[in-house]
């Protein structure tokens, strides 16, 4: 685990005791105590468990966030007083409630103290989404300050997946993605796509608040689903307050309002605590392509000259790299300098190696070879070495030789038993064994073939 420091609470209201950054680690719980001094375990949101190096590795951040050089703030965390952050969250803007309280100041030093550079990271990667966030939750009619959710869902990274494969900025579960209509299947995940999961996440958050005309009661029941919320409900004899059910939801839904409303806090907030933002040079605009075509990534990048990894952020609904126009038309989001190419060369990249690329055959042949051996002849072969095993063990029920198979005739034997005991006719043994009549006696041998 890496160092850490102790953050330490200044006394004085307004006055602030600078502390050493801490570093992000991979711890996935914290201890709170509650009114009556009992320590519990609340389970931190998955996207506060992120290291650094892996929101940095994001296409968007890795290739167009810069450390900010006019930025000359010190590495260090002022804490401040209790005072200080319920005024500083009272004076946020917001119709969703934001209170303080020893669960939230947690999640506030989380993001101050170990997680500081990642929300510095955050800070810069907002330029690339918010403006799309926002964009959904207001043709919803929705508070606005719910953008801050996909902070403590995914940490901004559009190709998040938790351990229960939740996916996207808006962790999206497969069934409820579905339900509000993104398609899932083997080629596409449109919970990847940034427009379509925020436009579906609003339109959830929507009619959650129809069921329980409470925010905060909305944000938890969006983490842990609206079954759980109430049952917590009806487990506090059906109290409707988020604070009054904490005791009764899942560890992890009890930090989950906590952490929105540190989110909240910390976007706000940052430059208090000496966090300076990630640089964010915005990429050029983007339009789309319609293509009635399978088309694979290589094939538009080799033609158009751009990286493959450019085209995946583009277009991160995509999962195999493959855009299945041969189903339905599908949009191919390019960078707006590049589309007028794309159609001018539509035809090169269909052509450019579609035979490896897009090796999926739509008919084949089915081998009609006459096999060396049929199935009779190898079942006789069977026959015939089960035979010679059993006659080798007992010598009495038959042995083969050269003149064929020979078996021995039982006590009350017919010819009829004989022959059929051994897939043959009554006339075939009379004439192997030269006789003319129908008498036989035990103990003598039989000719069989």
Same mark, same amino acid.
């Given at each position: 685990?890496?160092?850490?420091?102790?953050?330490?609470?200044?006394?004085?209201?307004?006055?602030?005791?600078?502390?050493?950054?801490?570093?992000?680690?991979?711890?996935?719980?914290?201890?709170?105590?509650?009114?009556?001094?009992?320590?519990?375990?609340?389970?931190?949101?998955?996207?506060?468990?992120?290291?650094?190096?892996?929101?940095?590795?994001?296409?968007?951040?890795?290739?167009?966030? @810069?450390?900010?050089? /006019?930025?000359?703030?010190?590495? %260090?965390?002022?804490? +401040?007083?209790?005072?200080? *952050?319920?005024?500083? !969250?009272?004076?946020?803007?917001?119709?969703?409630?934001?209170?303080?309280?020893?669960?939230?100041?947690?999640?506030?030093?989380?993001?101050?103290?170990?997680?500081?550079?990642?929300?510095?990271?955050?800070?810069?990667?907002?330029?690339?989404?918010?403006?799309?966030?926002?964009?959904?939750?207001?043709?919803?009619?929705?508070?606005?300050?719910?953008?801050?959710?996909?902070?403590?869902e995914s940490a901004l990274n559009p190709n998040a997946v938790s351990h229960v494969g939740a996916t996207g900025l808006w962790q999206f579960?497969?069934?409820?993605?579905?339900?509000?209509?993104?398609?899932? @299947?083997?080629?596409? /995940?449109?919970?990847?796509?940034? %427009?379509?999961?925020? +436009?579906?996440?609003?339109? *959830?958050?929507?009619? !959650?608040?129809?069921?329980?005309?409470?925010?905060?009661?909305?944000?938890?029941?969006?983490?842990?689903?609206?079954e759980n919320i109430n049952k917590a409900i009806h487990r506090s004899n059906g109290a409707t307050d988020y604070w009054q059910i904490y005791?009764?939801?899942?560890?992890?839904?009890?930090?989950?309002?906590?952490?929105?409303?540190?989110?909240?806090?910390?976007?706000?907030?940052?430059?208090?605590?000496?966090?300076?933002?990630?640089?964010?040079?915005?990429?050029?605009?983007?339009?789309?392509?319609?293509?009635?075509?399978?088309?694979?990534?290589?094939?538009?990048?080799?033609?158009?000259?751009?990286?493959?990894?450019?085209?995946?952020?583009?277009?991160?609904? +995509?999962?195999?790299?493959?855009?299945?126009?041969?189903?339905?038309?599908?949009?191919?989001?390019?960078?707006?300098?590049?589309?007028?190419?794309?159609?001018?060369?539509?035809?090169?990249?269909?052509?450019?190696?579609?035979?490896?690329?897009?090796?999926?055959?739509?008919?084949?042949?089915?081998?009609?070879?006459?096999?060396?051996?049929?199935?009779?002849?190898?079942?006789?072969?069977?026959?015939?070495?089960?035979?010679?095993r059993k006659s080798r063990s007992k010598g009495k029920k038959g042995k083969k030789n050269k003149g064929g198979r020979n078996v021995t005739?039982?006590?009350?034997?017919?010819?009829?038993?004989?022959?059929?005991?051994?897939?043959?006719?009554?006339?075939?043994?009379?004439?192997?064994?030269?006789?003319?009549?129908?008498?036989?006696?035990?103990?003598?041998?039989?000719?069989?073939?």
């Amino acid at each position: 685990m890496k160092q850490t420091f102790v953050l330490i609470a200044a006394a004085i209201i307004g006055f602030s005791t600078p502390v050493l950054a801490q570093s992000d680690d991979n711890e996935t719980e914290i201890t709170v105590t509650n009114a009556e001094g009992k320590k519990e375990i609340i389970d931190l949101p998955e996207a506060m468990t992120n290291e650094y190096d892996s929101l940095l590795s994001v296409y968007n951040n890795r290739t167009y966030l @810069n450390i900010n050089t /006019d930025c000359n703030m010190p590495d %260090v965390n002022p804490v +401040y007083s209790k005072e200080v *952050y319920k005024e500083r !969250l009272a004076r946020i803007p917001s119709v969703i409630e934001l209170p303080y309280n020893d669960v939230v100041q947690k999640f506030i030093d989380r993001y101050s103290g170990r997680l500081r550079r990642s929300v510095s990271i955050m800070l810069g990667a907002q330029n690339f989404y918010m403006p799309t966030f926002e964009e959904a939750l207001e043709s919803y009619g929705l508070p606005l300050e719910l953008k801050y959710l996909p902070v403590i869902e995914s940490a901004l990274n559009p190709n998040a997946v938790s351990h229960v494969g939740a996916t996207g900025l808006w962790q999206f579960m497969l069934a409820t993605g579905k339900q509000y209509g993104l398609e899932i @299947n083997s080629l596409v /995940d449109e919970r990847r796509d940034p %427009v379509r999961a925020s +436009y579906a996440a609003a339109h *959830y958050l929507r009619d !959650l608040y129809k069921i329980f005309g409470d925010w905060n009661l909305v944000i938890a029941a969006y983490n842990c689903g609206p079954e759980n919320i109430n049952k917590a409900i009806h487990r506090s004899n059906g109290a409707t307050d988020y604070w009054q059910i904490y005791p009764y939801l899942p560890k992890e839904t009890r930090g989950y309002v906590p952490a929105f409303i540190a989110a909240n806090y910390i976007m706000n907030y940052y430059c208090d605590h000496n966090i300076c933002p990630m640089q964010a040079n915005l990429p050029g605009k983007t339009d789309t392509v319609v293509v009635s075509r399978d088309v694979h990534f290589e094939q538009v990048a080799q033609v158009l000259g751009m990286e493959i990894d450019q085209i995946k952020q583009l277009n991160p609904q +995509y999962r195999r790299n493959i855009v299945n126009g041969s189903t339905r038309p599908m949009a191919l989001r390019l960078p707006a300098t590049l589309v007028g190419k794309f159609i001018d060369n539509e035809d090169s990249i269909y052509a450019y190696r579609p035979d490896v690329l897009l090796a999926k055959r739509t008919e084949v042949e089915v081998n009609d070879d006459v096999p060396l051996y049929s199935r009779r002849s190898s079942s006789s072969s069977r026959s015939k070495s089960s035979s010679s095993r059993k006659s080798r063990s007992k010598g009495k029920k038959g042995k083969k030789n050269k003149g064929g198979r020979n078996v021995t005739i039982r006590q009350g034997d017919t010819l009829s038993d004989i022959a059929k005991r051994n897939g043959t006719t009554v006339s075939k043994l009379k004439k192997l064994n030269k006789i003319s009549g129908s008498s036989i006696r035990a103990g003598k041998k039989l000719r069989i073939k």
